[in-house]
C-alpha cells in the first residue's frame, strides 16, 4: 500500500482554565491563540492573528480561523489525510465554534483521523501523545511547556515559545501517525512504565470509521467513556 500523505493539525486555546482540564466545555468559549499544520514533508506553519500595531492577538479572529478550515478543506481536496491527536473531541470542536463553521468542521472532524480516538475505539481508553511518541523513539512534546501552560504564556507575550509549543506538535502528531503506519502498530508508555503496543489492524482510521469499531471489554473500568463523548457533536443539527 502507498503511504498515506498527511497533514497534522493542533491549536491551543486562550482562556485559562480552572482546576482540571477536562471539565473544559464548562467554560467554553474558549477562544484560540494560535494553530499549527504540517503538510507532509514540509515545515509546519503557525497560525495567528496580529493586531493593528502588527504583534500578536490575543485571540484569533474569524477571519484567520475560516482561512485555517479553507486550508484544511484544500488539503484534503489535494490527497492528503488531516491527522490530530484528540482533535475529534476538542481541536474541532473549538475550531468550529470560534470560525462559526460548523458544517464544514463536522465534515473535516468525521472524515479525518484522530489517533487517540481510532486508539479509544479499539481498546476502551485514551493516552497521551507523549507517552505513544517516547515509546517509539521520538522526541515527543516540546520539553518545558504544557497545554495548560499554553494560555498563560501567551497572556504573557511569550509568543515564540507558544508557537514552538504547538508547531512541535503538528510534527509530533505527524512523525507518530506516519511511524505506526509503518511499523503497523502503536505503541505507549502506560502509568507504570511499561511498554506496551497493540496492532493497527486495517491502519489509521477516519473517525466515522473508527466509531463503528465493535466495542472492546471495558467492564473492568469503573466509569468508562462513551464514544459520543468525543463524537456525538459532528452528528448533532
Known amino acids: ?134 515509546a517509539m523513539g521520538l522526541r515527543g512534546k516540546l520539553e518545558g511547556v504544557t497545554g495548560d501552560q499554553a494560555p498563560i504564556l501567551w497572556q504573557q507575550g511569550k509568543y515564540e515559545t507558544v508557537l514552538a509549543y504547538v508547531a512541535q506538535d503538528a510534527v509530533t502528531t505527524l512523525e507518530v501517525a506516519r511511524l505506526a503506519e509503518a511499523r503497523g502498530h502503536i505503541s505507549w508508555i502506560t502509568q507504570r512504565g511499561q511498554l506496551k503496543d497493540i496492532p493497527l489492524r486495517g491502519g489509521w482510521l477516519p473517525c466515522n470509521k473508527a466509531v463503528s469499531l465493535p466495542q472492546p471489554d471495558v467492564s473492568w473500568m469503573s466509569r468508562p467513556v462513551s464514544r459520543q463523548e468525543y463524537y456525538g457533536w459532528v452528528t448533532e443539527k
Request: glycine share 8%; aromatic share 12%; with cysteine.
Open 1 to 134: 500500500m502507498p503511504e498515506t500523505r498527511y497533514v497534522s493539525f493542533d491549536l491551543e486555546i486562550a482562556k485559562i482554565l480552572p482546576g482540571d482540564f477536562s471539565d473544559w466545555k464548562r467554560h467554553r468559549p474558549l477562544g484560540i491563540t494560535c494553530a499549527a499544520t504540517k503538510l507532509g514533508d514540509e515545515e509546519p506553519l503557525v497560525w495567528y492573528s496580529k493586531n493593528e500595531n502588527g504583534q500578536a492577538s490575543s485571540r484569533m479572529n474569524e477571519i484567520d480561523l475560516v482561512t485555517l478550515v479553507d486550508y484544511l478543506e484544500q488539503a484534503v481536496a489535494g490527497g492528503y489525510q488531516i491527522v490530530t491527536w484528540n482533535g475529534l473531541g476538542f481541536d474541532f470542536n473549538i475550531l468550529a465554534e470560534e470560525s462559526g463553521e460548523w458544517e464544514r468542521c463536522r465534515e473535516l472532524a468525521a472524515n479525518h483521523t484522530d489517533m487517540m480516538f481510532d486508539f479509544f475505539c479499539r481498546t476502551g481508553y485514551p493516552i497521551a501523545l507523549d507517552k505513544a511518541a517516547k
